[in-house]
């Protein structure tokens, strides 16, 4: 008996964006760190694009790192904007091959300013190209199909020790 079955078996999985983040309640003035990871689902590349939404009265974006996925994160593709809580930035194969991406797309660090509970949430608009999208090689349509679930951060009052643990860090980043 001959069979025609392939010796492997590929499987096709969606291309994705999530978000990672503290899971606990922050103390006022902590930064903290947002982590946005990346899969292709297997699928090669020419980039991806995310937009961030926060409330800006709850919340600051102090910094974005740039991830690995991509060797190119242009300067003129990164913007942080505070007064409307909108964070923006992308990465890029530039002149490289289209390529398949797996890993930590970036990193955004956030100050709570004040007490309270919000979100932080990708957007994604079906058929936009001004929110978060995997850009597929030479056509086709977005390759992000699902809206990635929100982070929810919990901001409370800081202890008296953390106030004066967060006084010496600032000191400290001056020096």
Same mark, same amino acid.
């Given at each position: 008996?001959?069979?025609?079955?392939?010796?492997?078996?590929?499987?096709?999985?969606?291309?994705?964006?999530?978000?990672? +983040?503290?899971?606990?309640?922050?103390?006022?003035?902590?930064?903290?760190?947002?982590t946005i990871n990346l899969s292709t689902g297997g699928r090669t590349?020419? +980039?991806?694009?995310?937009?961030?939404?926060?409330?800006p009265r709850l919340l600051s974006a102090l910094k974005i790192v740039p991830g690995k996925t991509y060797p190119n994160y242009p300067p003129n593709l990164i913007d942080i904007d505070n007064v409307h809580g909108k964070l923006r930035f992308s990465g890029t194969v530039g002149f490289s091959p289209p390529k398949t991406a797996e890993g930590v797309f970036g990193e955004?660090?956030?100050?709570?300013?004040?007490e309270g509970q919000t979100q932080i949430n990708l957007e994604v608009k079906p058929? =936009?190209?001004?929110?978060?999208?995997i850009?597929?090689?030479? +056509? +086709?349509?977005?390759?992000?199909?699902?809206?990635?679930?929100?982070?929810?951060?919990?901001?409370? =009052?800081?202890s008296l020790g953390e106030k004066i643990l967060n006084f010496i860090k600032q000191?400290?980043?001056w020096l």
């Open positions: 008996m001959v069979s025609f079955l392939p010796h492997f078996l590929i499987l096709a999985t969606t291309a994705s964006l999530s978000l990672a +983040g503290p899971r606990q309640a922050l103390p006022i003035s902590q930064p903290f760190k947002i590349t020419l +980039g991806t694009d995310t937009v961030l939404s926060y409330d955004v660090f956030f100050l709570a300013k004040k058929k =936009e190209t001004t929110d978060s999208n850009v597929p090689d030479f +056509g +086709g349509i977005d390759l992000l199909t699902e809206k990635p679930k929100e982070i929810t951060i919990t901001a409370r =009052e800081a000191i400290y980043l």
